[in-house]
């Protein structure tokens, strides 16, 4: 049995203040969904050490949104692993197409990301996914194969049973438009054989989350499908009754 997943990712969202008020919000209705849903929510770095606070005695489990590619050292304005990790956070969102497009986060970046995330016990939230163009030329399996092969492909079968595949369209991502829930089952059944091809049996206990303007609206849509094990959600995981909401999107 796969996990399912609901990962909240903020970006560059609320105060402090405001976040340890929306992760307080999220543990007073986490009750309300199936306790079978992972919820993870992905502050900024500056909020991470009070959300840990506000999420402490529930199973709400804390991410960040990027590590350094560096251990440590003189990297002025990085954010190590280890200190992520030493202030609770169980994962980090890695790769996601706002990094690669406006920092220029390349594979070779990400291997040496992925890296540091293993060697602080994190577990990766690995994003994928093409463009507007690239759908549009029907490229998107190609792209996704390569983000796989350059990235994931260097992982050893250990590292490979601790990580998180996303697949976020950047054309859905904050547009309002969703991929359909056939076009995501389509692209996630896609990965998992790009998975199995390199790890065998261990990519079927892969959880592979769609991510692009998923609300409650769509979310019990898209989750039912076979392939798709939940969701990273920007937008409506900056209010704790739509990220719930989404959470209760899981029927099976
Ligand atoms: C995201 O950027 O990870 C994301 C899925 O954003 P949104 O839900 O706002 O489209």
């Known amino acids: 049995m796969r996990k399912k997943i609901v990962a909240g990712n903020w970006k560059m969202n609320t105060l402090p203040a405001e976040g340890v008020e929306l992760a307080k919000g999220i543990v007073a209705g986490r009750g309300e969904v199936c ?40 990297y002025t304005g990085e954010v190590a692993a280890s200190m992520i990790a030493a202030l609770g956070c169980k994962y980090v969102i890695l790769g996601h197409s706002e990094r690669r497009q406006y920092y220029g986060e390349t594979s070779a970046t990400l291997n040496k990301k ?46 490979f049973k601790n990580l998180v595949i996303a697949y976020e369209p950047v054309w859905a ?22 998975l199995a091809d390199k790890f065998g ?8 989350l769609y991510g692009g303007s998923c609300k409650p609206t769509n979310a019990a849509e898209i989750f039912a499908k076979e ?3 939940g969701g990273l959600i920007g937008g409506a995981a900056l209010k704790a009754g739509d990220f719930l909401a989404i959470g209760k999107g899981f029927a099976k």
Request: aromatic share 6%; hydrophobic share 40%.
């Open 227 to 229: 392939d798709v094990d």
């Open 114 to 159: 992925m890296e540091q995330a293993y060697a602080n016990g994190l577990t990766p939230i690995y994003c994928v996914g093409e463009n507007l163009e690239e759908r549009e030329a029907g490229k998107h399996f190609d792209v996704v194969k390569a983000q796989i092969e350059e990235v994931v492909y260097n992982l050893t079968e250990e590292q």
């Open 35 to 74: 306790s079978c849903v992972n919820f993870i929510v992905c502050p900024p770095f500056t909020h991470l050490s009070m959300v840990a606070e506000a999420l402490k005695g529930s199973d709400i489990e804390l991410g960040a949104q990027n590590c350094a590619a560096e251990a440590k050292g003189a």
């Open 173 to 194: 991502i904050g547009t309002g438009k969703t991929a359909t829930a056939d076009q995501a089952q389509e692209i996630h059944a896609y990965i998992r054989k790009v």
């Open 201 to 208: 049996a261990a990519a079927a206990e892969c959880p592979i």
